[in-house]
């Protein structure tokens, strides 16, 4: 089977030209265009670091309950930590 479809193309011409003119950019306006950019970008920083924080939250929470959860055992077993002696210690 095949399918056919219609396209329609309406072209208008434009009977007199304008030329575009653009209007000379000035030092006040290079500034001002500057400081727009960098609010922007400070803002679009701002709210990348608090998706950042709202990503990392859950796994900081985790990490806080479970090093809680080792001290508080730790205490109530009375279980004294390990040291780790260096095997080549400076001796002053």
């Not at 089977?1 to 006040?28: A, D, W």
């Not at 679009?44 to 990503?55: H, N, P, Q, W, Y």
Request: glycine share 4%; with cysteine; net charge positive.
């Amino acid at each position: 089977m095949v399918s056919y479809s219609q396209v329609s193309i309406n072209l208008i011409e434009v009977i007199e030209l304008t030329p575009n003119e653009k209007t000379p950019i000035t030092l006040g306006d290079k500034i001002i265009a500057a400081l727009k950019n960098s609010t922007e970008g400070l803002i679009d920083l701002c709210k990348s670091f608090l998706v950042f924080i709202a990503l990392i939250l859950p796994y900081v929470v985790v990490i806080i309950a479970v090093a809680f959860l080792i001290s508080f055992f730790k205490k109530k077993l009375n279980i004294k930590g390990f040291k780790i002696k260096l095997p080549f210690k400076n001796k002053k």
